[in-house]
């Protein structure tokens, strides 16, 4: 074994005369770690083992979508009706994730170490949620691209594989809606609490507990109430904005879609803008006071 | 170039609660002692000086920029160490200093070789890489310090510093401070409500009580100037009092003591020539040299 030769110097503290970056760059770095920890990467690997069964999932569903097309020729699951079907699965998703991102921050009182930072108070919720968003449709999108590739290389010609990326576009936007409602919801509960169970408690509740409203305004005898239904929960409002906008890619024969929108589509696409825009600024909001503690 | 700069700062909280008042006060670059009791208004000064709070009247000014108006400037040069616990459990302290500098605006390379430089100047080496959730309070407040210093800041601002730590610990976190003041060129605030701690390693001192400034001043002329003699003498004190004070020396009482200013070693002839002139039997005749927190334990008794 060779003799250890070197010597370690102590030289000291350095001053750092290099470049600091912008508000753009931590933006950026801010926003990778969060999506990084919305998969557990970068965290112990308990924190991981959620995330990736869910993944696990929906890419088995699928692989299991695509292989059962290509022996028996039909479609039977479109690649917006990927999204509908796979909702509970991004609901415990979201409320895994979001209280990861913002609840634990705020748990462990890092904040302050945030916000003493050149970091305005806005950019922290703001990365955040675009955090969870890009990994919410990252979790619907890459399944269906799995499904178009498994499309593309059993179709014949050219053309078809034209007329299935046509289909997968809306799809990927179709996930797109249901990664933005979702998130802004989800992580404005989150941060209302430090505490991760009641956040993900919390999360469920809003989502779920919804429900039995719309079920409740489906069998009231009047038309309008029933139309105007799916509005009350955000799954079943995002579901009508679906509708509204492709519903022959979503309703199928193998799959009606239960919600009958009548002429309401405009107002469920206005009702799903306005919760957005309502969590996003309650969501600052909530951010304005904690960075001043 | 003056390192904080108040004027007339005033700041009243939305409840109506005055929390720092007409605070005026200039430090220097060096280490800062802001001393004062719990709700004195320190953590208050902390948050305008970041700029997380907005001046209710007054200036402020920090390495010659305004926090409210250039934040971000201010925040880039500025490192804050919190007095709570502020550190994610499951995190390791590498990541997390090395997260935290890329936050304050460093490139992810040199965010990490400095959060590793910054981890081996407070004393962490291979420890860094485990989760913080395991580390003992003293570990804790020195990852506490690092994550302060990564993006090498121009002034440090520390709460209570030596909060929780047994005695070994404090005075290992102080001279660490102390060596930050000293050899890394970096200016230092040091809050505490323990004057003895700061006054240790202090350039220079300001107190505060109730919002408002107590005192401000080098630490070299507030103890130089409490140089003091006491004179007891068995009987006759009074007669030792008027006399003193008919040569000119400012004479104070404490109890059945005489305290004389000690200007030169004049004064002790001084004392002892009119002692024995009024021929009064001398109990004792000492020096003493007052440590800060007496004189700013007379100022507050004549305060109230």
Known sequence: MPEPTGVIHDIGYQRYTGPRLGRRHVFGALYLHGVRTAFGLGRSAK?????????????????????????????????????????????????VAAPELVSRDMRSGVLPLYFS???????????????LATALFLLLGAPQLLMFLGGAFTADGMGAVWDELLDLLPGLLYAGLWAVVFSSVGLLIASLTGKRAFAAGGIVAVFLMTTPIVGILTVLPSQTANQLAGIASPPTLVQGVGLWTMRDLLVTEANTADLDLGPFGPVYALAAVALVAGCVALLLARYKKVAAR | MTLIATESLTKVY??????????????????????????????TLIKLLLGLLTPTRGRIQVLGLDPTADTAAVRARVGYMPEHDCLPPDLSAAELVTHLGRISGLP??????????????????????????GYSTGMKQRVKLAQALVHDPDLLLLDE????????GRDAMLALVQRI???????????SHLLGEVERICDTLVAIEGGRLLRADHIAAMTSATDVLAVEVSEGTEALATRLAALDLPVGRE???????????????????????LDLPLHRLDQRRHRVAELFARREHSHA
């Not at chain 2, 510093?161 to 070994?168: C, E, I, S, V």
Request: glycine share 12%.
């Open chain 2, 181 to 191: 003041g000293t050899e890394f060129g970096i200016s230092v605030l040091v809050c």
């Open chain 2, 14 to 43: 939305g409840g109506g609660v005055t929390a720092l008042s007409d605070l005026t006060v200039a430090v220097e670059p060096g280490i800062v002692g802001l001393v004062g009791a719990n709700g004195a208004g320190k953590s």
């Open chain 2, 255 to 277: 109890g059945r003591l005489l305290l004389v200013p000690l200007a030169d070693q004049g004064t002790y002839d001084l004392i002892l020539g009119a002692v024995a002139e």
């Open chain 1, 117 to 131: 930072r050149p970091l305005p108070h806005a950019d922290y919720p703001l990365a955040k949620l675009l955090a």
């Open chain 1, 47 to 95: 924190a991981k083992i959620f995330p990736w069964l869910v993944v696990g999932i929906v890419l088995l569903v699928a692989a299991a979508v695509t292989a059962i097309r290509s022996q028996i020729g039909e479609v039977i699951m479109t690649y917006a009706q990927f999204a509908d079907a796979m909702s509970w699965l991004v609901i415990f998703f979201v409320a």
């Open chain 2, 161 to 168: 510093p030596t909060n929780g730590l047994d005695p070994a």
């Open chain 2, 108 to 133: 992810r390379t040199v965010a990490r070789e400095r959060a590793s430089e910054a981890l081996r100047h407070v004393g962490l080496h291979e420890e860094r890489h485990r989760p913080v959730g």
